[in-house]
Structure formats: C-alpha cells, structure tokens
Nanobody
C-alpha cells in the first residue's frame, strides 16, 4: 500500500499563489507516476497535472497551463504543484494520486483509472 498526504491548501485572493505538496510513504518502490486532480462542487473530478516516475515527462491540463507547474523531489517521493495567477474557477478540492508500477520512463497518466492510490484531498479556495 501507498499512503499519500497532501498539504498546502488554503484560501487566497485571485492572482495569488499556492504551493501544494504531496508526500508518499509505504510500499512506494521507485517507478510510479504521480499527479494532481481537482474536483469543484457539482463537477466531475478532473486531471490537473502529472509527472512520470523519472521526472522525464510532465503533463498539464490546458485550463491551468502557463499558471501551474508540477515537480518531484530528488527522492521522488514528494510531488509539488505550484499554482500561480490563481482564478476563482480554480477553487476545488485538490487530490494527489500515484500510479502503480510503471515501466515506461516517460509515461504520464492523465485519467483517474490509471492511478491506484489517492490522498484525502486539500481544499483550495480562490476569492475574487
């Protein structure tokens, strides 16, 4: 099992920044991709960003491109989502996710069923 713990959520005014962290522990191994999803009230959970287990590749949703970046620590067990120029429509619960073992070093999962483990979520609220 893999445990994921998110931190860094909170409230911010439009145009501000937040930095979300997700620490993985347990039977993590080394070859798992990590990603972030979000779910706003009344909406489906959607992909935000993902990064391959080698840090070689990353994917960012069009809705947050040029504002959000994703990175992993050298130990690869912590993933960071840096969110800049936040908008009210970014308000949602943000979830960290980790895939099972991945062979392709450049693979970045972008859909929910490709991820095996999920964090409990952290609230991000952006006011206008």
């Amino acid at each position: 099992q893999v445990q994921l713990v998110e931190s860094g959520g909170g409230s911010v005014q439009a145009g501000g920044s937040l930095r979300l962290s997700c620490a993985a522990s347990g039977r993590t191994g080394s070859n798992y991709a990590m990603g972030w999803f979000r779910q706003a009230p009344g909406k489906e959970r959607e992909f935000v960003a993902g990064i391959s287990w080698t840090n070689r590749s990353a994917a960012i949703a069009d809705s947050v491109k040029d504002r959000f970046t994703i990175s992993r620590t050298n130990a690869k067990n912590t993933v960071i989502l840096q969110m800049n120029s936040l908008k009210p429509e970014d308000t949602a619960v943000y979830y960290c996710a980790a895939s099972g073992g991945v062979i392709n070093p450049a693979f970045v999962p972008t859909v929910q069923h490709q991820y095996a483990y999920w964090g409990q979520g952290t609230q991000v609220t952006v006011s206008s």
